[in-house]
């Protein structure tokens, strides 16, 4: 990779600040309505697997109970000045000890579907060897409590919360990791895969690589590109070395990856904002896809990343018949889209939300689902991830009006029923997040639930937004 690639990718959340603090707005993308219309009457296919979505670190709490082991997020969000007002999942949402009432709110919310993660620390709580069996017994009780309510479960195996011993020894730098991982996924489908028809493996490398080790404001904080996409490339391992470890229990569950994928549209009409927005796209989305579902990653990537990178290092013989082993499922995530200058800097074309880095483009879903279809399909797809935060509060009245959050789900929503109408196999759509929870390295400052939860009391109030979604669910659509 060139000094002047390995600055620019440094560089890029900078670029994407300043973009957005100065509204700066270079497109001539000729698309001007971000929605795409919406509304009418827009009916779902029938079975529609309506859902919503949470993480272990960022709901369960009960950090040291049972046996559990302490993760990179254990550390991270307790290391002064990582986190804002220096928040920690130590306790978040409680769902631990609040999983039985909180699966009664799933319910009288008429989910389908519950796409959640299981915390590798709680199993292994230093990320090998035998299985913490009180762990595994969380999960059951949770599990079974979802059947009892006819919600179907799906199970995230890997949210950010490596443990720590892991990191000790390397973290996802060290090639080893990806074995622990499949022998942690083999201990999860041997305690619960009677249970989970449907599992996801990794959620969002890119998060990890990007977050973690470009920019360090995620676990384990580090700045170092070269790192960052050895990192990518033995996530991907871990992933297909999972697919592989569910298949060889013969089990009939489906299984695939999550990954946060992102429009990449030139932010003009020149020749070199098209070609950086290509390896914009690259780095975004092709080098998971392409891996994961043709076999090979992106030449362009690892052109720009240079022969004698780590990744190129890396990657040994049969990594990538490992990686493309055959998945049942893609989960797409879905947040923002880019606009990509000609020198491969970004630029804010929409409002964001309270984060900063997203943009609301409700198109962006129509043209990400479609655009996998088209160069990777037919493959049936999930959305396991769309949403957005807001400074929600709690009126004297006991209610919360997150209007905004309603807007936002409904465009999103369309957008995907277009998609549908369009030959998109889109099976299910979960809203990120059921409950109010930590937010990383936000902490609790940007609420993203359907549900209100007052943290001093631990008290779930459902949002304005959470009985619209009732609403949408019961009648299969808009
Ligand atoms: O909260 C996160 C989640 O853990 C992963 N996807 C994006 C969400 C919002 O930032």
């Not at 302490?70 to 804002?84: A, I, K, Q």
């Not at 040994?316 to 995530?333: F, H, K, M, T, Y």
Request: with cysteine; charged share 20%; aromatic share 10%.
């Amino acid at each position: 990779m060139s000094m002047l690639t390995r600055r620019r990718l440094l560089s890029r959340a900078a670029l994407s600040a300043t973009a957005g603090a100065t509204g700066c707005d270079a497109g001539t993308d000729p698309d001007t309505d971000p929605t795409g219309g919406s509304g009418g009457n827009l009916r779902f296919p029938t079975g529609f697997g309506w859902g919503a979505a949470t993480s272990a670190y960022q709901i369960e709490g009960a950090a040291k109970e049972d046996g559990r082991g302490e993760s990179v997020w254990d550390t991270f969000s307790r290391t002064p000045g990582r986190t804002r007002n220096g928040d920690t999942g130590d306790v978040a949402a409680d769902h631990y000890h609040r999983y039985a009432d909180d699966l009664d709110l799933m319910r009288d919310l008429g989910l389908r579907s519950y796409r959640f993660s299981i915390s590798w620390p709680r199993i292994q709580p230093d990320g090998t060897g035998t299985p913490n069996q009180r762990g595994l017994d969380f999960y059951r009780r949770l599990v079974d409590g979802l059947h009892e309510r006819g919600i179907s479960p799906m199970a995230t195996l890997f949210h950010w919360d490596l443990p720590q011993t892991l990191q000790d020894a390397g973290g996802w730098e060290n090639r080893d990791t990806a074995y622990r991982f499949a022998e942690y996924a083999e201990a999860v489908f041997h305690g619960l895969g009677d249970r989970i028809p449907a599992w996801l493996t990794i959620n969002e490398p890119k998060t990890v690589v990007q977050n973690g080790y470009l920019y360090g404001h995620h676990a384990p904080g580090f700045q170092d590109p070269q790192a960052a996409y050895l990192v990518a490339h033995h996530l991907q391992l871990a992933h297909g070395l999972a697919v592989r470890a569910l298949r060889a229990t013969g089990s009939a569950a489906r299984i695939g990856p999550a990954l946060n994928l992102h429009p990449c549209y030139p932010a003009d009409d020149s020749a070199e904002a098209a070609r950086a927005s290509r390896l914009y796209d690259g780095y975004e989305n092709r080098l998971y896809l392409d891996s994961i579902l043709k076999g090979s990653y992106p030449a362009d990537v690892l052109a720009d990343l240079g022969a004698d990178s780590r990744i190129a290092r890396g990657i040994v013989d049969g990594d990538l018949e490992i990686i493309s082993s055959p998945v049942d499922l893609l989960a797409v995530q879905y947040y923002t889209p880019y606009y990509v200058t000609p020198t491969g800097g970004t630029v804010t074309r929409w409002p964001t939300s309270q984060a900063d880095w997203q943009q609301i483009y409700p198109n962006g879903m129509y043209d990400i689902l479609t655009r996998v279809t088209r160069d990777y399909g037919p493959l049936p797809l999930t959305v396991t991830e769309n949403g957005l935060p807001q400074a929600d509060t709690l009126s004297a009245d006991g209610t919360v009006d997150d209007t905004g959050r309603i807007d936002f789900l409904r465009e999103h929503m369309a957008a995907a029923h277009r998609a549908v109408s369009d030959g998109v196999p889109l099976e299910s759509y979960h809203v990120w997040s059921l409950l109010d929870n930590f937010e990383w390295a936000e902490g609790y400052d940007q609420r993203w639930g359907l549900v209100y939860v007052d943290y001093p009391t631990q008290r779930r109030v459902l949002k304005r937004s959470a009985h619209w979604y009732r609403e949408v669910i019961r009648a299969n659509g808009l």
